[in-house]
């Protein structure tokens, strides 16, 4: 009885529609599984807030592995039945071609995508300025994915642009921008080291900054009997610039109050 029972569940094992049912249940959990660790990869290691096209990266990847597990389980699904893929193999071959040379154009977006993508060449809420072969295209890019880049133009409307139709690119945003801040303090010591103070502390500020802030230059602006102005002139990302004209003028102006420079420091409270 015992012999006869294990003979029926080999036969189970080995029928092929119970094969092909585990095939199908495995690649289900491996894509299962797959899907759950690039999300994970992607969460532990990078932040899309600041990185917008992680989302991008993850859904491409995504679709890679799920594309590999889909043409491996194909593949031993068609090896239980027994199924001659030969004739099949030379067909798709034909067929391929045929859809190839319609797709071209597809094609070509989506390989053009992939580069300006890990080319890093702009991002989203980047302005730019692409070039295509349609014309010029100006604003702010709203989406991005392999096959197109969405800009939302000066009138407001949203252009989708095929990335296979794009010439050059210019990211307006990523040009440093030159700001100016002007600074008028008391007259309370000679014009030349009142001059190389504020040098030094602007320069401070600019080194402790974590936007990107290029070197800064100080010129005497205007002078009057009790007062002198200086001019501090800085580059910074343009994505940057308001915040870091507000923070480097804080600190300036904190580092003045606490030598006295300033009204409003600590040698003032004494």
Known sequence: MKAATVEVVKDLL????????????????????????????YARRFVSRFIPRVPTYASITKSIVGALILVVAVIELLHIWKVDVTPALWSAGLFSVVIAIGAQATVRDLLTGAFFLFEDAFDIGDGVELTTTNGVVTGLVEAVNLRETRVVDSRGYLVSIPNGSIVFVANTT???AR??????????????????????IVNEAVRSSDFGIGAAAVRLEDI????????????????????????LRER?????????????????QK
């Not at 300036?252 to 003032?268: E, F, N």
């Open 179 to 200: 700001h100016a801040m002007r600074i008028t303090l008391p007259l309370r010591t000679d014009v030349s080291t009142l001059r190389q103070r504020v040098t030094e």
């Open 14 to 41: 080995g029928a092929q529609w119970v094969q092909s049912l585990i095939t199908i249940v495995i690649a289900f959990l491996l894509w299962r599984l797959s899907i759950a660790g690039i999300t994970k990869f």
């Open 174 to 176: 990523r040009l440093p």
């Open 252 to 268: 300036i102006v904190a580092k003045l109050q606490a030598d006295g420079l300033l009204p409003g420091g600590q040698m003032d």
């Open 224 to 247: 009057a009997p009790d007062s002198v102005s200086f001019s501090i002139d800085f580059q910074v990302p343009r994505q940057h610039a308001i915040e870091a004209e507000s923070t």
